[in-house]
Structure formats: C-alpha cells, structure tokens
C-alpha cells in the first residue's frame, strides 16, 4: 500500500502559476509511474502529466506548453508546476502513483491522494 500526500493548491487569477506536490510513502517498488489526473464538477477525472522514475513523461494535450512534471526520487516526491493557467484549469488534482514503466493509464486499483482544490479566477 502506498500513502500520497497533496498539497499546493489554491486560488490563483487568470494567467498565474501554481505549483503541486506529491510525496509517496510506504511500500514503493524502485520501478514506478507518478502523475496527476483532474476532475471538474460534472465531468470526468481526466490524466494531466505523468513520470516514471527516470524521468519519461507523458503530458494531456490540454498541459501542453504550460504545465511542467518533475520528481524528486530521493523524496518520492512528484511536482506539478502549472503556468499560464485558465479557468477552465479549475479542478481538484489527484496525484496518483502505480508501479512500472511508462504506466500512464491509473485506475481505482491503484493509489491516489485525496486531491487539492485548484480554482483559476477570470
């Protein structure tokens, strides 16, 4: 079982940045993908970024150009930098982590953090 712990979340204007945070504890394999998914009210939680440790990553077209995932391996810990930000960014972002390589697709049977609000003002 691993444990992810979010945080960095907040209200920010239009064209702002934020950064988030994720940092894993328990049983992680040395082999692992980390990443972030975003739900909006009424739609569907959709992936965002994700990395797997060594450094691959794999970005939503909407995350594209503005928003940036890095790790820290030591830590565990995964960052989600975002600039640039739109209303339509307005979401809570779970942070999710599976073990393997380039394992972009989470599902409920992996683990996830709680979420953090993120609200983008026009």
């Known amino acids: 079982q691993v444990r992810l712990v979010e945080s960095g979340g907040g209200l920010v204007q239009a064209g702002g940045s934020l950064r988030l945070s994720c940092s894993a504890s328990?049983?992680?394999?040395?082999?692992?993908?980390m990443g972030w998914y975003r739900q909006a009210p009424g739609k569907q939680r959709d992936s965002v970024a994700g990395i797997s440790t060594g450094g691959v990553t794999k970005y939503a077209d909407a995350a594209k150009g503005r928003f940036t995932i890095s790790r820290d391996n030591a830590k565990n810990t995964v960052y989600l930098q975002m600039n640039r930000l739109e209303p339509e960014d307005t979401a809570v972002y779970y942070c999710y982590y599976k073990t393997g390589f380039a394992a972009w697709s989470a599902s409920r049977y992996d683990s996830w953090g709680q979420g953090t609000q993120v609200t983008v003002s026009s």
């Open positions: 328990g049983n992680i394999f040395s082999i692992n993908t």
